[in-house]
């Protein structure tokens, strides 16, 4: 019996430090995962003005009847955000972007644009309570920045230089544009190799 009990007390043991290993192993793991999946930032494309260049100037006329301006030196940055009526992503960050524009009323302007047909772009300004931002519709804008998916946005600093930019996703990513300006780099991709 005594013996019995020595060999079931050996095993235990060993399935105790076979167990431990296993911990230290997966916990090593984790380390080397989460190394590889970083934050992930606003996806930079590499078209249209570069980060820390002059942005092009634009006068626009909002679907209210406002003058918009864009790229001008100003005493409020600029979150242009291109958006489009049927982009189903681009509504999913909508109330992000009463919350930004909430947080960050002291120093920044959100603009939202588009193009194409005004009345879908009206119903859709109506329909989603878009009557606190300037919503501009205009083809030469979205070519200027080069944007080719949606939805997409560009930082402008107070004097009309672009800080940050990209396609975006989630809040994280939108959030992004913020740091990467807070920190002087061009994206968080670009901090991170850096780092």
């Known amino acids: 019996m005594t013996t019995t009990v020595a060999i079931a007390l ?5 399935l105790v430090i076979a167990l431990t290993i296993a911990v ?3 916990a090593r793991q984790i380390g080397v995962l989460y190394e590889r999946v970083a934050p992930m930032g606003a996806l930079m494309l590499d078209d249209g003005p570069k980060v820390g260049e002059q942005s092009p ?3 626009l006329t909002g679907l209210q009847g406002e003058s918009v301006e864009i790229g001008q030196p100003d005493s409020h940055g600029r979150l242009v955000f291109f958006l489009s009526p049927t982009c189903p992503v681009c509504k ?3 109330p992000v972007l009463r919350s ?9 302007k959100v603009i939202l644009a588009s193009d194409g047909d005004e009345a ?11 009557g606190r ?19 997409y946005a560009v930082l ?6 672009v800080r940050a930019k990209g396609l975006i996703n989630s809040r994280e990513q939108l959030e992004s544009l913020f740091t990467a300006k807070e920190l002087g780099v061009e994206s968080i991709q670009q901090y991170l190799q850096k780092a």
């Open 24 to 26: 230290f192993a997966l």
């Open 156 to 161: 402008l600093d107070e004097s009309g230089t």
């Open 120 to 130: 879908r772009q009206r119903k859709f300004y109506a329909q989603f309570d878009l």
């Open 10 to 14: 050996g095993a235990l043991w060993l």
């Open 57 to 59: 100037v634009f006068n």
């Open 92 to 94: 999913k960050l909508l």
């Open 100 to 108: 930004i524009a909430d947080t960050e009323a002291a120093w920044l």
């Open 133 to 151: 931002f300037p919503y501009v519709l205009s083809t030469e804008l979205g070519m200027s920045f080069k944007v080719g998916k949606l939805p």
